[in-house]
């Protein structure tokens, strides 16, 4: 049977922290105060257009790295976003699961490590890793 998004989640968490990942639960809503106004939470859900055209990650932090000596030789934390996903989950390419992956290429764009993963052992973004070795 294959394992469920927070399955998928748990097992993220878990395994991306011995590899340099800080990743936190990002949840996203809106709830009712008690006068009956509505209060969002989440990255990118101040509003409910910006919540429709982006869809934050599921889980949220950054991954410190070390840069290459002709950098400075700085340590600096690249921001992370993994968007959790059932095992036996394919890309539908809809409305939803379109504003996730603009998402990630916002991240990804401004340098930072953001995709799709859909089992705890593929956490690493094969792409992030060629940019990091100049590939």
Same mark, same amino acid.
């Given at each position: ?35 009956? /106004?509505?209060?969002?939470?989440? @990255?990118? =859900? #101040? ?8 869809? +934050?990650? %599921? ?40 504003? /996730?992956?603009?998402?990630?290429? @916002?991240? =990804? #764009? ?8 859909? +089992?705890? %052992? ?14």
């Amino acid at each position: 049977m294959p394992l469920s998004e927070q399955a998928v989640q748990g097992g993220v968490l878990v395994r991306s922290a011995p590899h340099g990942f800080t990743l936190f639960r990002n949840n996203v809503g809106v709830l009712k105060n008690p006068n009956g /106004q509505p209060i969002r939470f989440g @990255l990118a =859900n #101040d509003t409910p257009a910006l919540n429709k055209k982006w869809k +934050s990650g %599921d889980l949220m932090g950054w991954r410190s790295i070390v840069i290459t000596p002709d950098m400075v030789g700085q340590r600096v934390a690249v921001v992370v976003s993994r968007e959790c996903k059932a095992e036996d989950w394919q890309f539908r390419g809809d409305e939803h699961e379109l504003a /996730q992956a603009r998402w990630a290429s @916002l991240i =990804n #764009d401004a340098g930072g490590d953001a995709c799709f993963v859909s +089992s705890p %052992d593929n956490f690493i973004n094969p792409n992030f890793e060629r940019r990091l070795r100049g590939a």
